[in-house]
Every structure is written in structure tokens, then in C-alpha cells.
């Protein structure tokens, strides 16, 4: 049987993904910035947070035009990090794009 890594430590992928669509619906629902922030606080690591973090911010400036290697020598990030950020963002229908449309009406 060919089972994903999470579902070899008991995690079945089937479980994450209705775990996460939870979370997306709860956090949804709250319209309350500093709850969310913390709940994020409370959820992940400190080195959780900024790799979160630092997905963004690489989308961010690939969008600006910030060419990958700049952003890999000036955040330290790997390039395959980036690449798939790269990758991602330029998709049809990318969520990627939809936020980045979203913040600049922040």
C-alpha cells in the first residue's frame, strides 16, 4: 500500500484536510485581527511563524518584480522555496495572486 508521509505517522491526509478547512472556517468567521494574530501566536512556533512569514514575504517580492536570487541572497531563503512561491503565484486562478490583490486594499 502507497501511503503520504502523514498518513505513515498516523496522521490520514483526509484528517489534515478537514482539519484545516476547520481552521479556515473558524478563522473566517472571527473578524477580530489581534484573536487571529494570537491564535496564530498560540498555534505555531516562533520558527513556524516566520517561515509563514517569510512565504509571504517572498511572494510579495516576486510580485514586485524582485528577481529570485536577490530574494534568496537578501533573506537568506533557498531557491527551491522560492521557485515554488514563483511557481505558485503564477498559476491560473493562483490564491497567491487573490491575496496579493486583497492586501492592496488593506
Same mark, same amino acid.
Given at each position: +500500500? ?16 478537514? *482539519?484545516? $478547512?476547520? #481552521?479556515?472556517? @473558524?478563522? @473566517?468567521? *472571527? ?13 505555531? /512556533? ?7 512569514? *517569510? $512565504? ?5 517580492? %516576486?510580485?514586485?518584480? /524582485? /528577481?529570485? $536570487? !536577490? %530574494?534568496?541572497? !537578501?533573506?537568506?531563503?533557498? @531557491?527551491?522555496?522560492? /521557485?515554488?512561491?514563483?511557481?505558485? #503565484? ?6 497567491? $495572486?487573490?491575496? #496579493?490583490? +486583497? *492586501?492592496?486594499? #488593506?
Amino acid at each position: +500500500m502507497n501511503k503520504s508521509v502523514n498518513e505513515k505517522k498516523g496522521i490520514p491526509e483526509e484528517l489534515v484536510d478537514e *482539519s484545516i $478547512r476547520e #481552521l479556515c472556517k @473558524l478563522i @473566517l468567521k *472571527s473578524n477580530d485581527e489581534e484573536f487571529i494574530y494570537n491564535f496564530f501566536v498560540c498555534m505555531f /512556533t516562533k520558527p513556524e511563524l516566520k517561515d509563514i512569514a *517569510s $512565504r509571504w514575504l517572498l511572494v510579495k517580492e %516576486i510580485d514586485k518584480g /524582485t /528577481t529570485q $536570487r !536577490e %530574494i534568496a541572497k !537578501e533573506f537568506s531563503m533557498s @531557491l527551491c522555496k522560492i /521557485t515554488r512561491g514563483s511557481r505558485e #503565484l503564477h498559476k491560473d486562478d493562483s490564491a497567491f $495572486r487573490k491575496m #496579493l490583490e +486583497m *492586501s492592496k486594499n #488593506l
